[in-house]
């Protein structure tokens, strides 16, 4: 089966499309409610590669476009990691 996220996210999508009929729309709500629990998916998987978080939390903390509060945040984070 595809990634249920992705799925979620395009019926999600066609429900805000003001391109797409009413009929689409009344289908993509039907499967978000009877398949989906209404569209809440859990994606704590909890399986991230801690190296790639880490390098996602270097790139914040030298992104100069990042607040000073997510920098810091993302610092500690780094920190807690031994990183």
């Known amino acids: 089966m595809s990634n249920p996220g ?3 996210g395009g019926h999600k999508a066609n429900l805000n499309n003001p391109n797409t009929s009413e009929e689409s729309k009344q289908h993509s709500k ?3 409610d009877q398949e989906f629990n209404g569209g809440n998916v859990d994606t704590s998987s909890g399986d991230k590669n801690p190296n790639n978080v880490a ?3 270097k790139a914040t903390v030298n992104n100069p476009q990042v607040s000073k509060e997510a920098k810091d945040s993302a610092q500690e984070r780094l920190n807690e990691m031994g990183k």
């Open 6 to 8: 992705n799925i979620v």
């Open 30 to 32: 039907e499967v978000l």
């Open 55 to 57: 390098g996602g939390l």
